[in-house]
T-cell receptor, first 115, second 109 residues
């Protein structure tokens, strides 16, 4: 299994809603990532978990809350989002999370629209 | 810090060859990645170069010159399905991949 899966594929939410994005991989990877990508822009790193511990938080607002229940699963909890948070949210994983040259494998993304 | 420059858009004809350039500045070089991203889809890994020279993988090849801070992706025998964005990226510390803005390639018949 060389796939990173993400659910849901699309999500529409109001600014007062609470929702969660889910990501799963079964490649035995120990690092997992959340990226945000706006249209025609490159992915921007939000969070990195390495061995289920948060290792990088790129100054993301607290309305985004990551969770890594185990080495295969990564969640992103959303609360009180703003319309400008509408974007494609990409999950990725890599083997061990310690080497700079590791290849990251991306999921198909969740397209989020905040109204 | 890191900086990456790529052309924003390119157009090429089906069956032709196209070269997508990337220049980078980074504090401490740890290799360079190329990813392909179709519209609305996830980036998919194409290549990783850490040594100078050309690496060929089927229709796609990637070149690196560390002394010039320069890489290119060469696509041969272009197909319509190659229409996509091509992202150049460099590691910015462990677990951290810094992406360029990408080159949007359109293949025309």
């Amino acid at each position: 299994d060389t796939e990173v899966t993400q659910t849901p594929k699309h999500l529409v939410m109001g600014m007062t809603n609470k929702k969660s994005l889910k990501c799963e991989q079964h490649m035995g990877h120990r690092a997992m990532y959340w990226y945000k990508q706006k249209a025609k822009k490159p992915p921007e790193l939000m969070f990195v978990y390495s061995y289920e511990k948060l290792s990088i938080n790129e100054s993301v607002p607290s309305r985004f809350s990551p969770e890594c229940p185990n080495s295969s699963l990564l969640n992103l909890h959303l609360h009180a989002l703003q319309p400008e948070d509408s974007a494609l949210y990409l999950c990725a994983s890599s083997q061990a999370g310690g080497a700079v040259e590791e290849t990251q494998y991306f999921g198909p993304g969740t397209r989020l629209l905040v109204l | 810090g890191q900086n990456i420059d790529q052309p924003t858009e390119m157009t090429a004809t089906e069956g032709a060859i196209v070269q997508i350039n990337c220049t980078y500045q980074t504090s401490g070089f740890n290799g360079l990645f190329w990813y392909q991203q179709h519209a609305g889809e996830a980036p998919t890994f194409l290549s990783y170069n850490v040594l100078d020279g050309l690496e060929e993988k089927g229709r796609f090849s990637s070149f690196l010159s560390r002394s010039k801070g320069y890489s290119y992706l060469l696509l041969k025998e272009l197909q319509m399905k190659d229409s996509a964005s091509y992202l150049c990226a460099v590691p910015a510390g462990a677990n951290n991949l810094f992406f360029g803005t990408g080159t949007r390639l359109t293949v025309i018949p």
